[in-house]
């Protein structure tokens, strides 16, 4: 077990630089998820935590101890690829303590480690099978073996479920998380998946073109995002993001989108004041945004829209309509009434709004 | 600049300088140009360095005393026998690889045409020419061109044909050995060939079918558009080979009846070891290269294409 | 590739048997027939040599030189095959061509294996010329080279005292230049189909590169290395230019140049031994063949399909 923090870590190829200098201290213990879209940097971000790739720049280090050109195995890090990696040669059991084999274990020690291994991921009846007998959540669970036998001070996940079907995604996602639980190794996953960033980190670290946009637990994330692209990223259905102005009107502030308008909630004021005038976007998740209760609550705006996509889901429907040239999504009970062609009321839950502004692409 | 600052950070760090050799012996390229270095000292004393001497040994006199320069290319070219050797090496050459070629291209369609469970065994018996040392089978050959014992003529005499010289004659014997050539290499051709039309997708074939395609049309519009590659490299590659056979022509006819049927390396052997005549067999033996040379280019060519299409 | 050869195989298995409309399939039996009758055509002549060293092989002198038809054994006899094993002459050349051969492969396997994992997995300065390289001295023919060779050798023993002419170790020295390029070339291809993440999970499970190549490579590529092998043997066998330009004492000989030089004795061929030679001298790559027939072609089509 062990910290593991990067300071200023640059990647480069020949002349494109591919990661930019990000800083990140990742806790004993603490599992911490990189979450971009594919080319931002977190796959070659991990690689250089795990010595395949050289550090540019900056340093890496491992409780303390700069790991710069120290080479992977003597990091002492174990990682699980996309694709598993596992060696087509070697049984399960082989696969699995080759790492120790290479130390030079005790035969009784490597023996030990495995079987507690194989309990955990509840894989002793393959031990004697080859890679090539085994389904894709079988593989999947044996590169987790060979990582976990080892006891090493972190692991590394490189998109580790993007091999699987959606339904064996989601139990081996439960699977890990499980494992982490029992064994507490520090643990870096990178995934393009938000839905398995949010799910299994204690915190995770939004990438996007070489640089950390955010990072944060993953609730504090979703209700607080720092920037346009964190915003856009989290969450499913995306959050919409509407074009607007926000105009000064006596004390407060009036938001103008299109043909609806309405009043800041006053414990903004203060926080938007500056930004009047501006060239902003109004952002709002579809959660957020819900047909209108006729008992209304504190901080709601209310509005007609003219739906124009209805997709019934059972337990909500998300209905589609344009506000000021760009698409909104919307969740509403089955039961409103929703239909295409025709207007419903729709309410705004201003407590989460978000406000962006354009030139930094900042959340306000 | 900052980048620049960056770099100039980096060269101070002390674990860098400690140990200046040892990391550059735990480098990656370091550990890998060693591992090459053993095939790089062979391929540069064992055929760079003799593919120079032999440039050298070319500009000496017989006794390897005097440079000579241009004079053993001079005298070549004023002896017949050479242009006989450089009419032989080309016909022998050309006609071998295109028979050769023919061969492996037709028989692999009849492999490829029946029952998949049967393929294997006849692909095995037909590959047995290529898999017998050369040396050890032209010797029956020779045997069976026997001048008095040869058990062709005494086939051929049922049909009333009269016994062929088949060594004897300089026509004769120039289809002799391209003729033990053929049956050499067309099984390489078929090998290559087979593999190849096995990888042509069966749905071509089929669509080429409902489009109304003959058997005639579907071989020239897809298999051999999809084979050409394959054709080309196998062709170039045997022209190498072929072309600086050495075996067969010497165990045949060594280079008989008066030098009719010599090639260069034949007759390269000749001149160079037998008639101890090292300078000008080297001479000999340098012509052959021009044509591996060009040969060489489009092959190296193709397989970069191959390459690139993959 | 071999997945998709197996699915070809498999359509054309299915279109082989399904039943077929009238002229359709009355046209597949007439194809196949005639397929039958060129490929015994073609059997024949492919087949005839090897067969005709068997029947001369059994026969008698006598009955070799007596006007009985040449294509059939009356009194089959073993007595040239004892003759020969008894000979310690020809024992001579089958153990100089065993011990030049399995050398050579040894040597071989020991110059293209880390050449090969080096090319195939790690760049250095001049790695993609080397690679080049390596192919076009495998397309340099032996009758290129076998005058300088000679003459060098004889250079060396005057410079050194050390006499490599004529002896048979010699051409230990000699046959790699014609298997190490083609071997490293194959294995390149073999090395590099192999993913990149599985040297990487090696990486992280503690191994140096020498346990990478050792633990990981030659076992996973295992398919490779068995067709260089047998490339590198059939080979060493069968060479026969440098052989008969390096060595001439009857002690020194391998059996291709043996046969040639010792059996045929002047004018006088004693072809029943002499078929009994070639035919013995031809087992090993004949046996081999047999039975690793899969390896030996994919050896065979590598060196083109894998550039």
Same mark, same amino acid.
């Given at each position: ?56 720049? $900056? ?223 109004? $952002? ?81 | ?310 | ?7 070809? =195989? ?127 001295? =495998? ?69 140096? =590169? ?84 899969? =390896? ?12």
């Amino acid at each position: 077990m062990a910290q593991v923090s990067l300071r200023k870590v640059v990647k480069r190829y020949e002349s494109i630089q591919v990661v930019h200098g990000i800083d990140l201290d990742i806790a004993d213990s603490e599992f911490v998820v990189l979450v971009g879209p594919s080319g931002c940097g977190k796959s070659t971000t991990l690689r250089m935590i795990a010595g395949l790739e050289e550090i540019s720049d $900056g340093e890496i280090s491992v409780d303390g101890d700069v790991v710069n050109d120290v080479p992977p195995k003597d990091r002492d890090m174990a990682m699980v690829f996309q694709n598993y990696a596992l060696y087509p040669h070697m049984t399960v059991y082989e696969n699995m303590s080759f790492g120790l084999r290479l130390k030079k274990f005790p035969k009784e020690e490597i023996k030990r480690r495995v079987a507690e291994a194989a309990r955990i991921l509840d894989i002793e009846d393959l031990l004697e099978r080859k890679p090539r007998q085994l389904s894709g959540g079988q593989r999947q669970r044996v590169a987790m073996g060979r990582a976990i036998v080892r006891n090493p001070k972190v692991f590394l996940f490189d998109e580790p479920l993007s091999n699987l079907d959606a339904k064996l995604r989601v139990q081996m996602r439960t699977e890990i998380k499980r494992v982490h639980q029992k064994v507490k190794t520090t643990t870096v996953y990178v995934t393009h998946d938000q839905v398995e960033a949010m799910t299994l980190a204690d915190r995770v670290v939004v990438m996007n073109k070489g640089i950390i946009e955010q990072i944060g637990a993953p609730n504090f994330l979703y209700h607080s995002p720092a920037t346009r692209f964190v915003a856009g990223f989290i969450g499913s259905p995306a959050m919409n993001f509407i074009p607007c102005k926000l105009e000064a009107a006596g004390d407060g502030l009036t938001m103008r989108l299109d043909k609806v308008s309405f009043a800041i909630p006053a414990e903004r004021v203060a926080r938007y004041k500056a930004f009047a005038g501006k060239d902003l976007t109004f $952002g709002i998740r579809p959660e957020h945004l819900t047909d209108a209760h006729p008992n209304g609550t504190k901080n709601v705006a209310q509005f007609d829209a003219a739906i124009e996509v209805v997709e019934p889901m059972g337990h909500e429907t998300m209905v589609f309509f344009t506000v000021n040239g760009a698409e909104v999504c919307a969740r509403v009970d089955p039961n409103s009434g929703a239909k295409t062609g025709s207007p419903l009321k729709m309410a705004i839950q201003l407590d989460h709004m978000h406000l962006i502004d354009n030139s930094s692409g900042k959340v306000l | 600049m900052a980048d620049a600052v960056m770099t100039g950070h980096k060269y101070v760090t002390p674990t860098r300088k400690r140990s200046g050799f040892r990391k550059m012996m735990e480098r990656k390229s370091t550990i890998a140009f060693l591992m090459a270095l053993p095939l790089l000292i062979l391929l540069s004393v064992m055929v760079l360095y003799p593919f120079g001497y032999s440039l050298h040994l070319a500009t000496l006199n017989k006794s390897m005393t005097r440079f000579v320069g241009f004079g053993n290319f001079a005298f070549l070219f004023k002896r017949e026998t050479f242009w006989l050797v450089v009419q032989q090496s080309c016909i022998f050459a050309i006609t071998a690889v295109v028979f050769k070629a023919l061969i492996g291209f037709i028989v692999a369609h009849f492999v490829h045409n029946i029952p998949n469970k049967g393929q294997r065994k006849w692909r095995g018996m037909l590959l047995v020419p290529w898999v017998i040392p050369p040396a050890m089978s032209t010797l029956a050959w020779l045997w069976l061109f026997d001048p008095s014992y040869s058990a062709f003529n005494w086939l051929l005499s049922f049909v009333g044909i009269g016994p062929i010289p088949w060594t004897g004659d300089a026509y004769w014997a120039r289809f002799s050995v391209i003729l033990v050539n053929v049956w050499y290499g067309a099984p390489f051709f078929l090998i290559m060939y087979l593999a190849s039309l096995k990888s042509v997708p069966e749905q071509l074939y089929e669509a080429a079918a409902i489009d109304g395609a003959n058997w005639w049309q579907r071989i020239w519009f897809v298999t051999l558009p999809m084979m050409r590659n394959i054709i080309s490299i196998t062709v170039l590659f045997s022209l190498i080979v072929t072309f600086a056979n050495f075996d067969i022509v010497r165990i045949l006819t060594a280079g008989g009846p008066i030098d009719k049927t010599h090639v260069f390396a034949t007759w390269a052997f000749w001149v160079g070891i037998q008639s101890g005549d090292i300078p000008l067999g080297a001479t000999v033996s340098l012509f052959m290269f021009p044509i591996l040379a060009v040969c060489a280019v489009f092959i190296l060519r193709d397989i970069h294409r191959r390459g690139n299409e993959a | 590739m071999t997945a998709t050869t197996a699915e070809t =195989y498999e359509a054309k298995r299915g279109s082989a048997t399904r039943p077929r409309y009238g002229s359709m399939s009355r046209d597949r039996q007439w194809a196949l027939r005639w397929s039958y009758f060129f490929l015994v055509l073609f059997a024949i002549f492919f087949l005839t040599p090897p067969i005709y060293m068997i029947i001369t092989s059994l026969k008698s002198s006598a009955e070799i030189s007596a006007a009985t038809s040449p294509w059939w054994v009356y009194h089959p006899t073993l007595s040239n095959y004892k003759e020969l094993l008894g000979s310690s002459q020809y024992l001579i050349y089958f153990r100089n061509s065993a011990m030049v051969s399995i050398c050579v492969v040894t040597v071989t396997m020991l110059i293209s294996i880390p050449a090969a994992f080096a090319l195939a997995r790690m760049r250095f300065w001049g790695s993609t010329a080397l690679a080049t390289g390596v192919f076009l001295t =495998y397309l340099v023919p032996d009758s290129l080279l076998f005058i300088p060779l000679f003459k060098m050798f004889a250079v060396f023993n005057e410079w050194t005292g050390i006499q490599l002419l004529n002896k048979w170790y010699c051409l230990l020295l000699v046959y790699p230049t014609l298997t190490v390029p083609f071997c490293t070339w194959i294995l390149i291809g073999y090395f590099a189909s192999i993913p990149k993440e599985l040297d990487e999970a090696a990486l992280m499970d503690g191994a140096n =590169y020498r346990q990478i190549l050792l633990r990981v490579f030659i076992p996973v590529a295992l398919p490779g290395l068995i067709a260089a092998t047998i490339f590198a043997f059939t080979v060493s066998w069968a060479q026969f230019l440098y052989p008969l330009a390096l060595t001439t004492s009857a002690d020194q000989l391998v059996l291709p140049v043996g046969i040639i030089t010792s059996l045929i004795k002047g004018d006088v061929f004693n072809w029943g031994q002499i078929m009994t030679g070639a035919l013995l001298g031809a087992l090993p790559p004949l046996v081999i063949y047999a039975f690793l027939m899969d =390896y030996y072609i994919a050896g065979l089509t590598a060196g083109a399909t894998k550039g």
